[in-house]
């Protein structure tokens, strides 16, 4: 981080997510958006992007993966506020939408 004096939020937009469903086998599609406000570390994208390609052949459920990617993105950097958000595409009929949280985000901070 190259100001880790100042809180400033970095905001990833992952648009071509991909998993699979554990009962069926058939792939999961979504989209997810990170934001966190650093301490000392920042997410280096490259390797975002390839850890968040890893899951393209897990079968897992929508809210653990939800949840596990932002357990292993905070304890990769530490950060001092996370949120992750997956919009999962449309799949019976429904689009949902899991959000989870680390820490509480400074009221200093935009929105």
Do not use: M
Request: hydrophobic letters at 35%.
């Amino acid at each position: 981080n190259p100001h880790p004096n100042r809180d400033f939020v970095i905001h990833f937009d992952c648009p071509e997510f991909t998993c699979l469903c554990p009962l069926t086998g058939q792939p999961d599609f979504a989209r997810f958006e990170l934001e966190y406000i650093p301490d000392q570390k920042c997410v280096e994208s490259k390797s975002l992007k390839l850890y968040l390609w890893s899951y393209r052949d897990e079968g897992a459920f929508h809210e653990a993966i939800t949840n596990q990617i932002l357990d292993d993105l905070v304890a990769a950097c530490e950060p001092r506020w996370f949120k992750v958000t997956g919009h999962f595409y449309v799949r019976g009929g429904l689009t949902p939408t899991i959000t989870v949280e680390h820490g509480t985000r400074s009221s200093a901070t935009p929105a």
